[in-house]
């Protein structure tokens, strides 16, 4: 057993609290951060956790992969091979979605100022640089939904800083809508989010009213955003598979490069990272033998 008086103790001593509210844990290491997979486990060769985007079958008893590993089993916590972890241990994690709350990790003196301004006021924690406000219900995470501004919730974890103060509200929309305005790398806070719209101009050649080809992309673009938490990237391939067939007849070209940057980003903003949903909607259209290069752009 790890001894009760190190800081290594005392992470595991603060777990365990946290394992008897129904909290899920996790160690951090140096740097907290996550400790790494294993080799059974690296690069998800073991499939993954079930409760990861895609369901997997690791049944590794150690904490690898990340939040995904979060537990509130006393016997796993306590187990030989958490115990390895606990001793290099730099902090204590938990999993905000596992424990049916959101936290929005507010990183700078601006991003407080916002919140103050934007956000219902909730429970607070300070943090070495800012605050947690944390609120009762869960969404998708995302980061940099504004300047120093995420969302931890599901697939996702949290320092654990303390319980803070002030009453803790439910999810507002004032949250839950944040994901939806997320800013690309490259552009500014105030940029509008970069979309390859459909439109006549770049479907010359399609055979199908703009109105018709915009209300099935619309339709498939609803099925991605309605799977959060795992399943977007199959939807983004079948919608991609469809639409592709449907114009196999027009003479083109029908821009589909323009429906393919939709659906891309459609998968993104439910948590499907952009390389591979661009690959999800590429090899969709390539199932109905069409050959649509995108760019790692939307």
Avoid at 28 to 47: D, T, Y
Avoid at 198 to 205: F, H, I, L, P
Wanted: net charge positive; aromatic share 6%.
């Amino acid at each position: 057993m790890t001894h009760s008086d190190s800081p290594a103790g005392a992470h595991l001593r603060q777990a365990l609290e946290l394992v008897a509210l129904g909290v899920p844990v996790l160690p951090l290491r140096e740097g907290k951060v996550p400790f790494a997979n294993c080799p059974e486990c690296f690069e998800n060769r073991c499939g993954g956790r079930p409760n990861m985007k895609s369901a997997g079958t690791c049944e590794c008893p150690r904490p690898c992969h990340a939040w995904a590993a979060a537990s509130t089993s006393v016997d796993l916590v306590t187990s030989a091979a958490w115990m390895a972890a606990w001793r290099r241990s730099a902090a204590v994690a938990y999993h905000p979605g596992g424990a049916g709350v959101t936290v929005v990790d507010l990183d700078s003196s601006d991003a407080i100022a916002w919140a103050r301004e934007a956000l219902p006021a909730t429970r607070t924690v300070p943090t070495t640089r800012g605050e947690h406000w944390i609120y009762l219900g869960t969404m998708q995470s995302a980061n940099k939904v504004r300047p120093g501004v995420d969302i931890k919730s599901r697939m996702a974890y949290a320092r654990w800083l303390g319980r803070g103060e002030g009453e803790m509200l439910q999810l507002p929309e004032a949250v839950t809508s944040l994901p939806r305005h997320v800013v690309p790398a490259g552009t500014v806070a105030s940029s509008p989010m970069p979309r390859a719209a459909w439109s006549r101009e770049v479907a010359s050649g399609c055979r199908h009213t703009e109105g018709y080809v915009r209300k099935g992309l619309d339709k498939g673009l609803a099925m991605v955003r309605s799977h959060p938490e795992q399943g977007a990237a199959s939807q983004a391939f079948g919608v991609a598979r469809f639409l592709a067939a449907l114009h196999q007849e027009c003479p083109g070209p029908c821009g589909l490069e323009s429906l393919g940057g939709e659906i891309v980003t459609a998968a993104v903003s439910v948590g499907v990272p952009e390389g591979y949903a661009v690959r999800a909607v590429e090899n969709g259209f390539a199932a109905s033998g069409a050959t649509v290069p995108l760019t790692l752009m939307v």
